[in-house]
């Protein structure tokens, strides 16, 4: 079985940063693409940042120059450190990994959220 968990999140200040970490575990071949998307309250489910197994990364406009994606390919973990951080980044935030496990197709695999609130 494969779970992705995520870490991190919670309340932080205009401009001010935090850290997300998001772990995929259990019978895992290979990891393609791991991302992070978002929700706002009444939003559609929005991509957030994305990085390829190979390194290659894609931002949302709105989050280009303030947050960074980064993975350990070994550890099958990705990181997004947010700085900067406005109000309108409020959501919950889903760690999203694409990946091939024993016996099954590639598979796109979803942690349960963590909430970040960005408010003074």
């Known amino acids: 079985q494969v779970q992705v968990v995520e870490s991190g999140g919670g309340l932080v200040q205009p401009g001010g940063s935090l850290r997300l970490s998001c772990a995929a575990s259990?019978?895992?071949?290979?990891?393609?693409?791991m991302g992070w998307y978002r929700q706002a309250p009444g939003k559609q489910r929005e991509l957030v940042a994305r990085?390829?197994?190979?390194?290659?990364?894609h931002y949302a406009d709105s989050v280009k120059g303030r947050f960074t994606i980064s993975r350990d390919n070994a550890k099958n973990t990705v990181n997004l450190q947010m700085n900067s951080l406005k109000p309108e980044d409020t959501a919950v935030y889903y760690c999203?990994?694409?990946?091939?496990?024993?016996?099954?197709?590639?598979?796109?695999?979803w942690g349960q959220g963590t909430q970040v609130t960005v408010s003074s």
């Open positions: 999203n990994a694409d990946i091939r496990a024993p016996s099954t197709p590639r598979y796109d695999y």
């Open positions: 990085i390829i197994d190979g390194g290659n990364t």
């Open positions: 259990g019978s895992i071949i290979r990891v393609y693409v």
